[in-house]
């Protein structure tokens, strides 16, 4: 029977948010792929986990990869872990977990903190649904280019940022959206944790020296509303309402409410302007 892969979340700083499950998991596997093993440690160390680790980041994870499946293939069963929060999440571990699945191997998930959720959670801006971007290209011109891609996004932007890359972020995130109000997270769940809600400008002109990792949530802008109809006088509006077919009962009603969209006013004032047309 081979091994299975745990892709195991672990805290963003206050080491008290991992799970019971988590540590549980941690101590029974053979081996813990970690991103940092010195990071890592501090984490087993704290509960006293003696399983043995590994190295697996960017630089070294297609040369690990063949290794790590040999032993899920030999019954053994592996943590993936990053430095901080759930792995493959702008976090090295994707490649091992898409070749675990191609070598038919099973895949747990262990889920936990995130830097990106609890930003998001905290910040009080409010969208249906969530467009994650982790980092941002570190050259200014791609980087500018994507914001302005995502001008007109009508979902939350969630982004990581570099401290040496925050200002320079935020100064070209503003040029492109304007000065939105964004939620800037900085040490998230650490001692010095921070969170601020403002317009940019106004985070910008009052940031003190750039510590740790950021995570930006940016609020969508006003919604942009198609260009209306001139509205027309009352007399033409009540021709236009004869006009539209089954114009009685409730199919009236609906056809009132269709000329206040084309129009843009509410249903209401489109009752008010017809009703003026019949009393001249």
Do not use: C
């Not at 043995?52 to 040369?63: D, I, Q, V, Y």
């Not at 914001?147 to 935020?170: K, T, Y």
């Not at 509410?266 to 019949?278: D, F, G, T, V």
């Amino acid at each position: 029977m081979s091994g299975i892969l745990y892709v195991v979340a672990t805290p963003i700083g206050n080491l008290e948010d991992v799970t019971f499950r988590a540590l549980r998991i941690l101590r029974e596997v053979a081996v813990i792929a970690a991103e940092d093993t010195r990071r890592t440690s501090r984490l087993l160390q704290h509960y006293s986990i003696s399983t043995p680790t590994t190295s697996l980041h960017e630089h070294n994870e297609g040369a690990r990869i063949p290794h790590l499946l040999a032993r899920l293939a030999a019954g053994e069963s592996i943590a993936l872990v990053s430095d901080a929060g759930t792995p493959s999440i702008s976090d090295p571990g994707a490649l091992l977990v898409a070749a675990a699945h191609a070598a038919g191997r099973k895949v747990v998930p262990v889920p936990g903190p995130s830097a990106a959720l609890a930003a998001v959670s905290a910040s009080g801006l409010t969208a249906d649904q969530i467009l994650f971007v982790g980092f941002p290209p570190h050259r200014s011109t791609a980087r500018k280019k994507l914001f302005e891609s995502l001008r007109g996004e009508r979902r939350l932007i969630v982004f990581f940022e570099a401290p040496h890359r925050i200002r320079e972020s935020l100064a070209d995130l503003a040029a492109a959206f304007g000065n939105r109000v964004v939620a800037v997270g900085r040490e998230l769940t650490k001692a010095h944790e921070e969170l601020v809600v403002q317009p940019i400008e106004e985070y910008l002109g009052t940031m003190r020296e750039p510590r740790g990792e950021y995570t930006v949530v940016v609020q969508p802008g006003p919604e942009e509303r198609e260009p209306r109809d001139p509205l027309p006088d009352a007399r033409q509006l009540l021709q236009e309402l004869g006009e539209m077919p089954n114009n009685s009962g409730d199919s009236r009603r609906d056809a009132v409410r269709r000329l206040a969209e084309r129009y843009g006013v509410s249903p209401r004032e489109m009752y008010r302007l017809l009703e003026s047309a019949r009393e001249k």
